[in-house]
């Protein structure tokens, strides 16, 4: 790498990549508690139902190399996950041995939570020798970030007969309620992504509410997706579009939770469910990433 130059490093959840992954898989997410065997059916069952395998490994490699092109050939995108292999640790040690020295890391997450931004810093912290790190934390108010979601409501709306009619609801996955009582960013970021989406779309109405919540015996934070879905139904609404804005890529939260379960309920309810497309490699996505790491790097005066 040339003097002063770079590497970026684009951290994500990580995913099993076949059905027999998935048991270990669930150990790493679960930090080593047993998965019941009632749980563990029916996760695997949920991967079959998504093909076999979550795509999220391969969307976030194409994400990567859709920045390498932006980037040019000076500043080498790495990928690592922070459940599943790569794991962010051996990413960290590939890209030592090739030579960087320098990294910006980037989680593909935009809203910061201690448990989940907070979990990729610490990964980080521990594996990263002595590579120098500027970690971005949040890009929630990214002005790229809000036009690429807006732009794939404009263009999901666009699969409904009338527009107008149509109840749009973003969803981000939940969190345990006790994160409220350490004053985590996490809601307020969301709603404030929300909001700024909504604008541009000209000042239109939205809701907002959470999926995905895990199986622990907590609370976790609400409203539920699926419980919102039924209350606008039996409101009289027959047109739902879904955006999960807390997401940038394709993957079991998206696929099953929305396209298998609440596409289900909405058939239940009589409700013409749509879902706009995830951001993955697409163009306004990508010069996102790009600006953040170019501003993380000239932060540290590497550029
Ligand atoms: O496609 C895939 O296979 C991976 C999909 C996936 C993504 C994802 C993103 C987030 N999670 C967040 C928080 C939690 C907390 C727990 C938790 C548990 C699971 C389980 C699966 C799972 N998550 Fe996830 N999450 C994905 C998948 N998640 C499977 C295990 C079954 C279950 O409990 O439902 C609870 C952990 C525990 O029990 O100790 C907390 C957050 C995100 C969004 C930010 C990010 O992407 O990093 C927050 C994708």
């Not at 790229?144 to 666009?158: G, S």
């Not at 409101?235 to 289900?264: K, M, S, W």
Request: proline share 5%; aromatic share 8%.
């Amino acid at each position: 790498m040339p003097e002063r130059s770079y590497g970026v490093l684009l951290v994500a959840y990580g995913a099993p990549l076949s059905l027999d992954e998935v048991e270990p898989y669930l150990n790493d997410v679960r930090g080593g508690r047993p998965t019941s065997p009632g749980v563990l059916e029916e996760l695997r069952g949920r991967y079959a139902a998504i093909g076999g395998r979550s795509p999220l490994l391969d969307r976030t490699r194409e994400q990567a190399a859709a920045l390498q092109r932006e980037l040019g050939g000076n500043h080498p995108v790495y990928v690592g996950m922070r459940h599943w292999h790569p794991y962010i640790g051996d990413v960290l040690a590939e890209l030592a041995a090739d030579g960087v020295t320098r990294l910006v890391a980037i989680p593909l997450a935009p809203h910061f939570s201690r448990m989940s931004i907070g979990a990729y810093q610490k990964k980080i912290e521990e594996g990263r020798g002595s590579v120098d790190v500027f970690m971005v934390h949040q890009w929630h108010d990214h002005p790229l970030f809000l036009d690429a979601v807006a732009e794939r409501v404009t263009q999901a709306l666009q699969r409904f007969s009338d527009s107008d009619e149509v109840f749009l609801l973003f969803t981000a996955h939940s969190l345990p309620q006790r994160i409220l009582s350490d004053g985590d960013p996490y809601p307020g970021q969301l709603r404030a992504s929300v909001d700024a989406v909504l604008e541009r779309l000209g000042g239109r109405e939205g809701s907002f509410a959470f999926q995905s919540a895990g199986q622990t015996d907590e609370t976790w934070l609400g409203p539920d997706a699926g419980e919102v879905l039924r209350q606008t139904a039996e409101a009289g609404t027959r047109n739902v579009l879904i955006c999960p804005i807390g997401f940038v890529a394709d993957h079991l939260e998206v696929l099953y939770d929305v396209d298998v379960e609440y596409q289900g309920l909405a058939r239940e309810l009589n409700v013409h469910l749509e879902r706009t497309d995830s951001l993955n490699d697409t163009t306004l996505l990508i010069r996102a990433l790009a600006d953040l790491a170019g501003r993380g790097a000239r932060e540290r005066g590497w550029q």
